[in-house]
Every structure is written in structure tokens, then in C-alpha cells.
């Protein structure tokens, strides 16, 4: 019913930058809001950053304050991610995924088992 495709990953040197995209297709009215998670190997997927659609309420997992932002372009139905400051341990699959209720609370976002459609991920590879 919702599609996430992600994309903009890519190979980038320690320090450098990267953009990474997800557009939400299919039935995107029922997404409240959305976030990215990563996967690296051999390690749990945790989350990186959430975004409410109606409001912009952002939140964000402390490895990633200040170095990376998160932002939606509704009309798009896109939600980006930039990410600045690469270190080695930001190397990871990057997946999106949405959330098909209302959130009132930020630190929902935080929680894996509250989404409900996932993406395929897209690889960011940051070199050192």
C-alpha cells in the first residue's frame, strides 16, 4: 500500500557529505511520519533520524546531532536526509520507513516496531 524507495547512497571520504532521499508512493496520505535507520554488518538496524509530515518535528539518535539533518518535502512526498561529517561507523545499508498513525510524542519516532513499511535500503560506504 506504501512504497519507499531510497536512494542517493554512494561511496564518500571520512569528513566528506552525502545526501540520501526516499520518495513515498501508493497510498503516502496514511504516513504521519518517517525515519531512517541503519543496518552495518553483523550489527542490530538502529535508528538515525525521524520527521513528523504535518508538523516537522525532528529527532535524532545522539550519534548523529549535529552532523546530520533530516527535512520533507510533502508536496514531493520526499523525505532527505543530509548527512555531513562522515566518520567510518556511519557506514551502513540506510533504510527509510514510515509510520501509518498519528505522533504526538517525538521519542516515538526512536522506536523500530512503530513503523510499518520499510524501504530497500540504500548502501553508504564512507571510506577511511
Known amino acids: 500500500q506504501v512504497q519507499l524507495v531510497e536512494s542517493g547512497g554512494g561511496l564518500v571520504q571520512t569528513g566528506g557529505s552525502l545526501s540520501l532521499s526516499c520518495a513515498v508512493s501508493?497510498?503516502?496520505?496514511?504516513?504521519?511520519?518517517m525515519g531512517w535507520f541503519r543496518q552495518a554488518p553483523g550489527k542490530e538496524r538502529e535508528f538515525v533520524a525521524g520527521?513528523?509530515?504535518?508538523?516537522?518535528?525532528?529527532v535524532y539518535a545522539d550519534s548523529v546531532k549535529g552532523r546530520f539533518t533530516i527535512s520533507r518535502d510533502n508536496a514531493k512526498n520526499t523525505v532527505y536526509l543530509q548527512m555531513g561529517s562522515l566518520k567510518p561507523e556511519d557506514t551502513a545499508v540506510y533504510y527509510c520507513?514510515?509510520?501509518?498513525?498519528?505522533?504526538?510524542?517525538?521519542?516515538?519516532?526512536?522506536?523500530?516496531?512503530?513503523?510499518?513499511?520499510w524501504g530497500q535500503g540504500t548502501q553508504v560506504t564512507v571510506s577511511s
Open positions: 520507513a514510515s509510520i501509518s498513525r498519528p505522533v504526538t510524542e517525538p521519542a516515538t519516532m526512536m522506536r523500530e516496531n512503530e513503523y510499518d513499511y
Open positions: 501508493g497510498r503516502a496520505f496514511s504516513s504521519y511520519a
Open positions: 520527521i513528523t509530515w504535518r508538523r516537522g518535528i525532528t
